[in-house]
């Protein structure tokens, strides 16, 4: 059983930055594959970026490539995502996700535990 806490939120302004935060439980973390998905209101649930466990292998968003980075620190068993150059369409909550699969998981069915969310707003 792994739990996810997700932490960094907040308001910002449109080309401001934030830095969201997962923190997971478990001693396997590293086996995992993590991911950030993000729901804007009235929108599917879609994923913006993915780090696998082994391999380091990263997955990112058409829209936010080279714009937000994905990392992670095993040690403390947690993910982060560095998001820059933030827009008003970047508004959502975004939630992390870990997956035991070894390969990149871009299907919100492929992850097994779920964050609560933290809520990401950029203002124009």
């Known amino acids: 059983q792994v739990q996810l806490v997700e932490s960094g939120g907040g308001l910002v302004q449109a080309g401001g930055s934030l830095r969201l935060s997962c923190a997971a439980s478990?001693?396997?973390?590293?086996?995992?594959?993590m991911g950030w998905f993000r729901q804007a209101r009235g929108k599917e649930r879609e994923l913006v970026s993915a780090?696998?466990?082994?391999?380091?292998?990263?997955y990112y968003a058409g829209s936010v490539k080279g714009r937000f980075t994905i990392s992670r620190d095993n040690a403390k068993n947690t993910v982060y995502l560095q998001m820059n150059s933030l827009n008003p369409e970047d508004t959502a909550v975004y939630y992390c996700a870990a997956s035991s699969t070894r390969v990149v998981a871009t299907s919100t069915q492929q992850y097994d535990y779920w964050g609560q969310g933290t809520q990401v707003t950029v203002s124009s």
């Open positions: 478990g001693r396997t973390f590293s086996r995992y594959t």
């Open positions: 780090l696998t466990g082994i391999g380091g292998n990263t």
